[in-house]
């Protein structure tokens, strides 16, 4: 098990799927874990059971697409625990549609929420961690930014440059002590994948060389390699987690 103990890790998109157990293994790891989402009621309620299992969790509500206010509680926490170790980028959306159907708004939320609020993240996270000399930046893509899919190009564009902008920051900020990565997850089991019938998910399966759907916590056991001390000469890379999906 890798540890975290000292270590003070901001999670975006925590109240549910793969934030919500990347907060639960990050406690696991005995770091003091600030979940952030939209809504009270799920982070407080993840936040009170980190606490009740003897972890150590607070929570923030915050619209990521609001980069102003994002940026403000990034900077508010690491004033106040007098240190930022590890932010994890992981809010995101999606609004599909084919290209000659999508609308400009539909564009708009889905690049302003999955890139431009990372971006908000980056700039304010990078300032606290280059003052200590240290940090980890998790931004949470998906393997859709590398191969594209039909009717997610606006999703496929944000997590492309989600990619490309990691690669980039990773250049800028690595003599500092702190590192960049993207983590692409594949085919993650969620409430609306279960909802899928049984001949889409053979379909699915029929792709993916280790023959079962992931989990969030094949994600979440990645993240955390990359958020510990022993990943410190891995930086400006992109894991992808997806059983062999798509092996070059």
Request: aromatic letters at 4%; proline letters at 2%; one cysteine or more.
């Amino acid at each position: 098990m890798f540890s975290l103990a000292n270590k003070v890790a901001i999670i975006t998109g925590a109240s549910r799927g793969i934030g919500k157990v990347i907060a639960e293994v990050f406690a696991n790891a005995d770091a003091h874990v600030v979940c952030v989402a939209r809504t009270e009621d799920a982070i407080k309620s993840l936040s009170d059971e980190i606490n009740a299992n003897g972890g150590l969790a607070s929570f923030q509500t915050c619209d990521i697409g609001d980069g102003e206010a994002f940026s403000s509680l990034i900077s508010e926490i690491a004033k106040d625990q007098g240190k930022l170790d590890i932010l994890v980028n992981n809010a995101g959306v999606t609004q599909d549609n084919l290209l000659m159907r999508m609308k400009e708004d539909q564009w708009d939320t889905v690049l302003n929420i999955n890139l431009k609020g990372a971006f908000h993240g980056m700039k304010a996270a990078v300032r606290p961690m280059m003052k200590n000399r240290s940090g980890r930046i998790i931004n949470i893509a998906s393997i859709v930014g590398i191969t594209g899919n039909p009717g997610q190009a606006n999703y496929a564009a944000s997590k492309a440059g989600l990619i490309g902008m990691s690669k980039s920051v990773a250049k800028e900020v690595a003599t500092r002590g702190i590192t960049v990565n993207c983590i692409a997850p594949g085919w993650i089991g969620t409430d609306m994948t279960d909802e899928l019938s049984d001949e889409v998910k053979e379909e699915f399966l029929s792709r993916i060389p280790a023959n079962r759907i992931g989990s969030p916590e094949d994600i979440a056991h990645t993240a955390l390699f990359l958020a510990s001390d022993e990943a410190s000469y891995i930086t400006g890379q992109t894991i992808t987690v997806d059983g062999g999906r798509i092996i070059n």
